[in-house]
């Protein structure tokens, strides 16, 4: 079918009137009413009848305008969004996100965007997820990935995850060969924790609050490279969460110490101030990043 014809009968049968369609394809009424004859006689059907001076679909013609709607309204999307994809191509997009995402995550979600975005320029900042949050209400970042917490009312956010926060330490440590271990057990193990503003060290003190556990902390640290170095030397032992340790517990050479009627975890989000006020590229990334079929952004 031929597309031009089709777009001739779309605009004749939106206004029944072949001297208005004409007007709105800037060509002659002439020329719509062969077009129509053409393609008339290339489906071997019917599609207009005409009664007096007035013009009325067939229920051939009916069918037709569903089929051409759609055809049209996807033509409108499809130059939508590659008109997006060309207004993306260059520009500068900051980012925020945990150390740990910053480091495990974030490089192979970034190397699938530039595949796509060569030339957008991405400026990523690490920290604790209260720092980052705090980059967003300076204008530094347009958006932050980070684990769940109190967020405040004004602030957006997209679930992008769930992760789940293990205990682990070196083969070698005592309690790993008797894992899983009890609570009682776990109030003797001196910790490696996280730093202050850490969402990871805030959901294991609550842990340790619930269950009346004051726990012996060894040394805390916001590189988590350095934590599982100390780990690896067997200075006690630490909670991380999965992603950042997936290596290592592969490998053998750190190991989980599961506890007993304790499972931890938390949930991660994308965070913005305004959806309003994300760029085009930053819409794009979380689209990227959340692998949606459809966008999340219209």
Known sequence: MNLNHLRVFYESACTLNFSRAAERLYISQPAVSSQIRQLEEMLKLKLFNRIG?????????KVLLDYAQKIFTL???AKKVLNEIKETRKGTLRIGTTKTYARYLMPNYISTFHEL????????????????????????????????????KFLNSIAFGHEEILLVASPDHLLARRSPITTKELANIPLVMREEGSVTRQIVMEMLKKINLSPIILFEASNL???????LRGEGASFIVRSAVEKELSQGILK???ISDI???METNIVFLDEKRLSKIARAFINVVLKKDEKMFH
Do not use: R, W
């Open 53 to 61: 001076n007035k013009v009325y679909l067939t229920e051939s013609g």
């Open 75 to 77: 033509e409108h999307e």
């Open 117 to 152: 975005y060569p030339e957008v320029c991405i400026h990523l900042s690490e920290g604790s997820s209260t720092e980052m949050m705090q980059s967003l209400f300076n204008m530094k970042n347009e958006f932050a990935i980070v684990a769940s917490t109190d967020y405040p």
């Open 225 to 231: 490279e350095f934590i599982k170095e100390l780990l």
């Open 256 to 258: 989980e110490i599961k």
């Open 263 to 265: 499972t931890l975890s």
